[in-house]
């Protein structure tokens, strides 16, 4: 059971959300820095300022994930953690950069553009969206991922067994005699 409040979780998932907004904003930026030759600190503060201006999605979606996820995470086994932190580490990538496409493309979405090539244009929207949804994938997946291990030793010192599915138990306890007969172990 997990013995955060609701508050705590709404908290650390809107913080989880705003920290992982702000280090794909850095990394993406350093990446569009390197192909145009201009690295300097002023990556660090528009990546600050990205990420507010994203804070009508980053907010709810981190308080979403803060309330779901963590009871999600406590008494599974890590295979099944990892397809848990997989999984909703794409669907924040597929939600962040469909939403990023959509207001990328607005003003050819209204009509307000004047695009002279479209099949180039087009072109570059679909690679940029696939590095979007391929970046901002991969952060969510170690962020969350990190922070699914966390509250997993936070649940373990506070008393709570992690791994201990009644599933999961005897296929434990197999491999633990197994490694010890293998090892020539007595036990």
Known sequence: ??????KRRLLSGTLLGLFAAYVWAVLILLFYASQEQWLGLGVLGVAAYAVAMATWLVLPMGAVIGYIFPPQVINIASTCLFNRVAVTGLACGLTASLCTAAIEMW???????????HAAWQKHEFLRFGLNFASMSMVSCFCLGAWALIIRKQEAEQGGAPNAHPRHAGMLARFARGIRRATGERG
């Open 1 to 6: 059971m997990n013995h955060q409040p609701v």
């Open 107 to 117: 003003p050819n979405l209204t009509g307000r553009a004047v695009i002279i090539d």
